[in-house]
C-alpha cells in the first residue's frame, strides 16, 4: 500500500491478489492521490480506449484477408463518428446507395463485419474469424462479406434482409475497456429483417487474445449457425438449450451486463 | 396574448434573424393555465384525457409556443443528447430560454392536475399522485415554479423546512424547478438537504462522505474481489457497502459473493454492509435459502413500462422489501434496500412516454422513496453519449440527479462516471466528485484506480475518495470512522495516511485466512 512497491515478490502481501484480477489495486499513494507512474499508466489505456473509438478500419486489407471470397461495402446512415455516437438509430439503418447496392440471392449465412466502438478489435480479429468459420462451414451457401462502416449490430437485419439471407452473423467491435480495447462480438441472428428484437439474437462476446480466442469463437459461431439452421430460431430459445460445453452467453439484452443499463455499443 | 387553440407545433423552428439586444423588461411570458386548474374539483384519473393545454412566452419579440406539459418541460431543459435523439430538445438556444420562462410561471399546482403519463397505465404516476402530502405541500402551494427557485435559494428553506416538505414535493416539481437553476443553485440547494439513513452504518450525516467499495472482477473470482476489497479497506473505503456487480446474474455465483464478503465483514468486525447487485428475483431466491444478505438491489426506473423491461414492478419490489427487513441484519437501523438510477434508461426502454430523459429519471426516485432505501444512486455517465454526450452533459445531469433526489428525500449518492465512447476523462471526474462533495452528496463509488474492470467504464477511485475526505474535511459515517481508529488507520488530525505493508491494519488485514 505504501508508495515504495516492495521489489521482492516473496515479501509483496499483494502479490497472490495481484495475479488474481486484473483491477488496478495497490498502486500506493502520494499524499491522497496515484503516484506518477500508475497515473500515467492508466492515462495511456485511456488514450488507447479513445483511439480505437474514433480509429477506423482497414477495408482494403479486410477484402484482401477474405479474397477470394466476395465482398460488399455499405455504409450507415450514420455519416461520421460524432452522428454514430449521437445517433444509434443511424447506425441502425442503411444509406440509400448502399441499400439499393443489395441484391437478394439464395445464402445460408451472411456475415457482416461492422466497425462498431472497436476499429481495433475489427483490424485484429475479424478476418481470421471468418476464415476459420468458413473453413469449418463446407456445403454452406455464404454470401458475400458485407463490410460495413459506422455500423451498430442491427445494421445486420436490413443487410441480411436485402440480401435473402436465411442467417446474418455480425461481427462488431465491442466498446473498449481499459484493459482491452481490441475486444470482438459476434450477434447471430435468424430470419434478419429490420425491427428484430435483441432477444431474438444469440451472442459470443469478449473475443480478444486474452480472452476467447479465434479457433474458439468459430467453434461456438458455427454450433450455433448450425443450431438455429435446424430449429429456424435464434435468441433466447436457443440459448437456453446450449450445452454446457459451449457455455451460456451473456443475452444482448437490455441488461447487461447483470444489473447495468445498456452499454450503448450494440 | 390570449389563450392558444388548436393543435400547435411542439417545437417551433427558431427565428435565427439577428435581432437588436432586448432587455428583461421586454421579455414576457404568459402560460394558458391548463384546464385541469380551473376545475379543482377533478381528480387526476377523470382529467386524464383533459390536458392538451399549450404553453407559450414571448422573447425579444418572438413568439414560442409549446404544445403541452410535456413539451415544455423538455424545451427548458439544458441541451443533452437523449433529448435530441428521442426528437424532444429544443430547437434553438432561444426557444430554450422561452421554455424556461414560460416554466417559471407556471403555478406547481398544475403538476398535481396534470399527469405526463397517464395515470390509469402507469403505477408510477398512480403512486406520485396518490402518496402527495398536501399538508406538506401547503407552504409553496401558492407558488410557481420561479418562485419555488427563489424560494428555496432563500434563507428561509433551511434544513428543517426542506425536510418538512418533500412529502409535499412530487418529481415533476422538482424537475421543473431544477430546470430553472443553474449549476451553482443545484449544488447550494442540495448542500441544504439532509436525508439519513441507517443499517449498520449512518449515511448522510453531516460533515461525512460515504463510499461504496466496489470490487468488481471480470470472473467474480474471489481472490481477486478480495484483494480489491482489502485495498479499498486500507484507504478507508465501504462505510457505504461493499458491493459487487456480478460477471454473470445466477443464484450461485450470487451465494458465493454474499458469503464471500459477509466472512471479510465479519472476520474483521467491520462496520458496513453487503451487497450483490443482481436482479431483485435472484436475491429472493437467496433469501429464501437463508444467505447473508443485508442489502437488496435493483435498478429501478421511471415509468411502469421502463420498469417492466427491467423486468420488476412495485409489487416485486415490495416483496423484496418485506423479505430483507425480516431478517433483520441491520443493527442501527433497518434502511435495506440499494436502488440505482440513470437519465436516459427509460428512452432506451422505449418507455419514456415523451417526457424528457430528466423528468422521467426523477421520477424513479419516487418509487425509490417508497421503500425508505438505504442507498440510491445514479450512474450518471455509463449509458453513454447517446444519452449525455459530453462532460459538460454528464456534470450537469449529476448535479441534477443529487438534487433532486434530495429534495424528495431520496438519499442520493452518484456513481461520477463515464464510458470510453463518451468525451469526458477523468478530469472531468474530479470536477463532477468535488461539486458533488460540495452539495454534499451522500456517497460515490470507490473502484480501483477507478478503471472498472468487468463493466469496462471508469469511476472514482479510493484515492479520490481520500482526496475528498481530506480536503472537505469530512469523515466516513461515525461507526465506520470508529473501526478505522480502532484499527489505528487515523492519524491525530483524523486522516488517513498511506498504510504502509508493515502497518498494524496492513498485517491484520493482508495475513491470510486462518492466521492469528
Not at chain 2, 414560460?102 to 398544475?110: E, F, G, H
Not at chain 2, 438537504?193 to 462522505?209: K, N, S, Y
Not at chain 2, 457497502?241 to 443464484?251: C, E, H, M, T, Y
Amino acid at each position: 500500500m505504501s508508495g515504495d512497491r516492495p521489489t521482492d515478490p516473496r515479501r509483496d502481501p499483494w502479490s497472490r491478489f495481484r495475479a488474481a484480477t486484473p483491477a488496478r489495486i495497490a498502486l500506493g499513494r502520494v499524499g491522497d492521490g496515484l503516484p506518477t507512474a500508475p497515473m500515467l499508466e492508466f492515462q495511456a489505456a485511456h488514450a488507447r480506449a479513445r483511439d480505437t473509438v474514433h480509429g477506423t478500419v482497414d477495408y482494403d486489407r479486410l477484402a484482401e484477408r477474405l479474397a477470394p471470397h466476395a465482398v460488399l461495402r455499405v455504409h450507415s446512415q450514420a455519416a461520421d463518428r460524432a452522428t454514430y455516437l449521437r445517433r444509434p438509430d443511424l447506425g441502425r439503418r442503411l444509406d440509400p446507395q448502399s441499400a439499393g447496392a443489395l441484391v437478394p440471392g439464395d445464402w445460408d449465412l451472411v456475415f457482416v463485419i461492422a466497425d462498431g466502438l472497436s476499429a481495433l478489435a475489427v483490424n485484429h480479429h475479424a478476418a481470421d474469424l471468418v476464415l476459420a468459420a468458413l473453413a469449418r462451414l463446407p456445403g454452406w451457401r455464404v454470401g458475400p462479406v458485407v463490410l460495413a462502416e459506422q455500423a451498430r449490430v442491427a445494421l445486420g437485419d436490413e443487410i441480411g434482409g436485402l440480401l435473402g439471407a436465411r442467417l446474418v452473423a455480425v461481427l462488431v467491435g465491442e466498446r473498449p475497456g481499459l484493459s482491452v480495447a481490441d475486444s470482438l462480438g459476434v450477434y447471430l441472428t435468424w430470419g434478419p429483417r429490420i425491427g428484430c428484437k435483441d432477444a431474438e439474437r444469440n451472442c459470443i462476446s469478449n473475443i480478444h487474445a486474452a480472452g476467447l480466442g479465434i479457433e474458439p469463437a468459430a467453434g461456438k459461431l458455427v454450433w450455433l449457425a448450425t443450431e438455429a439452421s435446424v430449429r429456424r430460431l435464434t435468441g433466447v430459445a436457443l440459448k437456453e438449450d446450449a450445452p454446457t460445453a459451449i457455455g451460456p452467453q451473456e443475452p444482448p439484452a437490455v441488461i447487461s451486463p447483470s444489473s447495468r443499463g445498456p452499454q450503448g455499443g450494440s | 396574448m390570449g389563450k392558444v387553440d388548436g393543435p400547435l407545433l411542439i417545437c417551433l423552428k427558431g427565428d435565427h434573424q439577428r435581432r437588436q439586444p432586448i432587455f428583461c423588461a421586454e421579455m414576457s411570458s404568459q402560460v394558458v393555465p391548463a384546464r385541469a386548474t380551473m376545475i379543482p374539483s377533478l381528480t387526476p384519473r377523470e382529467q386524464g384525457a383533459a390536458t392538451e393545454m399549450a404553453y407559450s412566452a414571448t422573447l425579444m419579440g418572438q413568439r414560442h409556443v409549446f404544445a403541452d406539459l410535456r413539451a415544455l418541460l423538455a424545451c427548458a431543459s439544458p441541451r443533452r443528447s437523449g433529448d435530441e435523439l428521442a426528437g424532444l430538445a429544443a430547437t434553438s438556444d432561444e426557444q430554450r430560454v422561452a421554455a424556461r420562462l414560460a416554466l417559471a410561471d407556471l403555478p406547481l399546482t398544475v403538476f398535481l392536475n396534470e399527469a405526463l403519463v397517464p395515470y390509469e397505465t402507469d403505477e408510477v404516476t398512480r403512486l406520485i399522485l396518490d402518496s402527495h402530502d398536501r399538508r406538506a405541500f401547503a407552504p409553496v402551494a401558492h407558488l410557481t415554479v420561479g418562485g419555488l427557485r427563489d424560494w428555496l435559494l432563500s434563507y428561509a428553506a433551511d434544513e428543517a423546512a426542506l425536510i418538512a416538505l418533500a412529502p409535499g414535493l412530487t418529481p415533476e416539481i422538482v424537475a421543473a424547478v431544477s430546470k430553472l437553476m443553474r449549476n451553482q443553485d443545484l449544488i447550494t440547494v442540495a448542500a441544504k438537504c439532509r436525508v439519513i439513513t441507517r443499517f449498520r452504518t449512518t449515511m448522510g450525516l453531516a460533515g461525512r462522505l460515504g463510499s461504496r467499495l466496489q470490487p468488481n472482477h471480470p470472473t467474480d473470482d474471489p481472490t481477486g474481489i478480495a484483494g480489491s476489497i482489502l485495498d479499498g479497506l486500507l484507504c478507508g473505503v465501504g462505510d457505504a457497502v461493499i458491493g459487487i456487480n456480478p460477471a454473470s446474474d445466477n443464484l450461485a455465483s450470487y451465494i458465493t459473493l454474499v458469503e464471500l464478503i459477509d466472512a471479510l465483514r465479519c472476520r474483521f468486525n467491520i462496520p458496513t454492509q453487503s451487497c450483490v447487485l443482481a436482479h431483485v428475483t435472484t436475491a429472493l431466491d437467496a433469501m429464501a435459502r437463508d444467505a447473508p444478505v443485508d442489502l437488496v438491489f435493483q435498478s429501478i426506473a421511471g415509468t411502469e413500462a421502463a420498469n417492466a423491461s427491467f423486468g420488476i414492478g412495485l409489487s416485486l419490489l415490495d416483496e423484496a422489501h418485506q423479505a430483507a427487513l425480516a431478517l433483520k441484519r441491520g443493527t442501527v437501523g433497518d434502511n435495506c434496500l440499494y436502488f440505482e438510477t440513470g437519465q436516459g434508461s427509460a428512452l432506451s426502454a422505449d418507455a419514456h412516454h415523451g417526457v424528457d430523459q430528466q423528468t422521467v429519471e426523477v421520477r424513479a426516485y419516487a418509487v425509490a422513496r417508497r421503500f425508505q432505501p438505504f442507498l440510491v444512486n445514479t450512474v450518471v455517465g455509463f449509458i453513454g453519449p447517446e444519452y449525455l454526450y459530453d462532460a459538460k452533459q454528464i456534470i450537469r445531469a449529476g448535479l441534477e440527479d443529487h438534487l433532486c433526489a434530495k429534495l424528495l428525500g431520496v438519499p442520493m449518492g452518484v456513481d461520477v462516471c463515464y464510458t470510453n465512447h463518451a468525451e469526458a476523462d477523468q478530469d472531468d471526474m474530479d470536477s463532477l466528485m468535488v461539486l458533488l462533495a460540495a452539495a454534499g452528496v451522500n456517497f460515490i463509488m470507490g473502484v480501483p484506480g477507478a478503471d472498472d474492470v468487468m463493466l469496462n467504464y471508469q469511476s472514482t477511485s479510493y484515492h479520490d475518495i481520500l482526496t475528498l475526505r481530506h480536503l472537505f474535511q469530512r469523515q466516513p459515517a461515525p461507526e465506520f470512522e470508529q473501526w478505522l481508529r480502532w484499527m489505528g488507520m487515523l492519524d491525530e488530525q483524523g486522516r488517513l495516511p498511506p498504510q504502509s505493508g508493515d502497518s498494524t491494519a496492513a498485517l491484520r488485514l493482508l495475513a491470510p485466512a486462518g492466521a492469528p
